[in-house]
């Protein structure tokens, strides 16, 4: 069932495709001309992604609309309507704040997922306007009543989709989700050092730590050290740059994704700026006695 659901959506990347190039690129240019407003529907203040919040509240509030009609409750049945209307609006701000720094197939999905959630709020506002005004006692139209339902299953299927995003595409998950948490020094090795043997200041480094890379900055005689891997679709933070520190308080550098433009401080990882809505794990960096450098994750 999964693998035909699946291959059903890939044949809408016929029209998905320029549709999504077109969408996108509005959406990313109005949200990151508003990167407060974007980090406050991302969820970044929350540490978790708010769109996946927010929709619940539209599907379970749009199908009691289902159930007053069946009930023969106008009133309650166009209450419950205007009220899902409005939360549809509020979640699909947020899904297109993330939307906004979503690439490959995930954004394929998200277009797919946006175009058929504004289907759906269009056949619900025309069911609103169809419906008879509050407390005439006159029954609602059947014409009506199909709208809603009709809305309401192309609404369980976006659903879908949505989900797919997240759990089959992995789109807002944390890229740290399964990195244990081990406090042990390993042995590190930068990718490169000046000649003194020093790790150069003032630029990312990249290094290997076991199988995990990390991100150094040298601020002085100290080592400032996060995993490469940025927490929002990861993306190599060695490639980012290095910004003046706002924000947060911060008082040590911070580094920018070069992908989406997330931030994060580097002495301990704390997200300062979405897309992210993750802390980046941090490490500490000691030189080791008989030369060279060790790191272990510092503990949360
Ligand atoms: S990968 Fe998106 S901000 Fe880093």
Redesign the pocket.
């Known amino acids: 069932m999964a693998r035909w659901l699946t291959r059903l959506m890939d044949t809408q990347d016929v029209w998905v495709k320029p549709f999504g190039n077109f969408l996108h690129g509005i959406v990313q240019a109005i949200f990151r001309a508003v990167p407060s407003i974007r980090d406050l529907l991302n969820g970044r203040w929350l540490g978790h992604p708010i769109h996946a919040v927010l929709t619940d509240a539209p599907i379970g509030i749009l199908f009691l609309v289902i159930v007053f009609d069946v009930l023969g409750m106008a009133d309650a049945a166009w209450w419950t309507l205007a009220i899902g209307i409005l939360a549809m609006l509020g979640a699909a701000l947020a899904g297109f704040a993330d939307y906004a720094?979503t690439d490959g197939k995930a954004r394929d999905r998200g277009t797919l997922h946006s175009s058929l959630m504004l289907l759906a709020l269009v056949l619900f506002l025309i069911s609103l306007v169809l419906r008879p005004g509050l407390g005439s006692g006159a029954p609602v139209s059947a014409a009506a009543i199909a709208l809603s339902l009709v809305a309401w299953l192309i609404v369980a299927a976006s659903a879908y989709v949505g989900g797919d995003i997240v759990y089959a595409l992995g789109n807002m998950v944390d890229r740290h989700a399964f990195r244990g948490g081990g406090t042990k020094w390993i042995a590190m090795e930068p990718g490169e050092l000046e000649v003194d043997g020093s790790i150069p200041e003032g630029r990312p480094v990249k290094a290997k730590l076991g199988v995990n890379s990390l991100v150094l900055v040298r601020n002085g005689p100290v080592i400032l050290a996060l995993h490469d891997t940025?927490?929002?679709?990861?993306?190599s933070?060695s490639g980012g740059t290095l910004v003046a520190a706002s924000g947060g308080g911060a008082a040590s550098p911070v580094v920018e994704?070069?992908?989406?433009?997330?931030r994060f401080r580097l002495g301990d990882g704390r997200v300062l700026r979405?897309?992210?809505v993750y802390d980046q794990p941090a490490y500490e960096v000691r030189q080791r006695e008989g030369g060279g450098w060790e790191a272990r994750r510092q503990a949360n």
């Open positions: 720094e940025c927490a929002h679709a990861g993306c933070l994704c070069p992908c989406h433009g997330s979405g897309p992210s």
